[in-house]
């Protein structure tokens, strides 16, 4: 039986060929977004947490036929060095959970999205896109949905770099919004790439969480709050102390290792405490689904041999 690992949710262990393929260690020379989230290389390479989503979502279309959650664009967007890597990542049979999570997230953001599209949302913001294809794949344009993809701005040159590589077409619905933190705030960066913060939106901040402070966390959801009817979907993990001991050891060295190569996991929260800060942001409808209910909803036949416990959540929250 297999223990889903808590921790970081894009966490692909170092030993793991993806590791190895990328390289990356505490001495290369890169830098942290204060907002995103994302590792980036100075010379405009992405993180290995974003390469490590994008396999599990390329590996999810192969193995499951994207069983949980369709993305005909995975595949394609990955860099080379990725790619060839996946069957060997796709072989270790350990990372079926971590795999399993990352495309139910991606589906309960989605799902969560089209719902709002249908109640008159014409802006989606994906917070530390990474390798994100929804604002390539997306089949709202023709209503009008725009898309303003926030990241790094060299994070998103190399993206940009993958999707000519790959053919692809940057749609007219599509805005990158590239924000050094260090010089101006989301909301400039947003509204610089047309974003307007009077009208209704949906915000998808998948993978970032754990690597931002808890301030962070809070000021960012104070944003989304002040944008009219904002809905949000995100992922959090537990503290260390709600884990079983005979996991706690496995799920800390996990977070050392992600430290040692310049990604540590700064914030965790107990539902209860996140519930709480949602609240305090007038958030009304909110939806905190742990492992055991994400695989209840998504999963299906595809739970076998997968033991649920504390790890990570998926959370969605209307004002």
């Known amino acids: 039986m297999k223990a889903l690992p808590g921790g970081a949710l894009d966490e692909v262990d170092i030993k793991s060929p993806l590791s190895r393929v990328l390289n990356l260690s505490s001495n290369d ?93 014409r802006q989606v913001v994906v917070l530390g ?12 344009a023709h209503l009008g949905v725009r898309t303003f993809e926030v990241d790094y701005p060299s994070t998103q040159m190399w993206k940009r770099d993958q999707i000519r590589t790959a053919g ?40 970032v969480v754990p690597y931002l402070t808890k301030d ?26 709600n884990y079983p001991a005979e996991r706690r050891a496995s799920v800390m060295a996990t977070a050392a290792r ?17 519930l709480q800060l949602l609240q305090g942001e007038r958030f009304n409808v909110i939806e905190d689904l742990g492992l055991p209910e994400i695989a209840e909803r998504y999963y299906g036949v595809l739970r076998r041999d997968i033991v649920f416990g504390p790890g990570p959540h998926i959370v969605r929250a209307h004002r």
């Open 29 to 121: 020379a890169m830098s942290r977004a204060p907002f995103s989230g994302q590792i980036i290389m100075r010379d405009g390479q992405a993180s290995q947490t974003a390469r490590g989503a994008a396999a599990y979502r390329a590996i999810h279309q192969k193995l499951e036929g994207g069983a949980i959650f369709k993305d005909p664009l995975a595949s394609r967007i990955i860099d080379q060095e990725t790619a060839a890597a996946l069957d060997e990542i796709a072989a270790n049979d350990s990372l079926r959970p971590w795999r399993l999570f990352i495309a139910a997230r991606s589906r309960f953001s989605e799902d969560t999205m089209g719902d709002c599209i249908a109640c008159g949302v």
């Open 129 to 140: 896109a990474g390798l994100d294809t929804f604002s390539l794949r997306n089949p709202y």
């Open 168 to 207: 692809l077409a940057e749609p007219p619905s599509l805005a990158f919004a590239p924000v050094d933190f260090e010089r101006e705030s989301l909301a400039e960066g947003l509204v610089k790439a047309g974003f307007k913060l009077n009208e209704q939106a949906f915000f998808q901040w998948l993978g």
């Open 216 to 241: 962070a966390v809070s000021s960012t959801l104070k944003f989304i709050s002040e944008v009219p009817q904002a809905a949000v979907a995100f992922d959090y993990v537990e503290p260390f102390q």
């Open 258 to 274: 992600a430290a040692s190569r310049g990604e540590p996991w700064l914030s965790f929260f107990d539902p209860i405490e996140l």
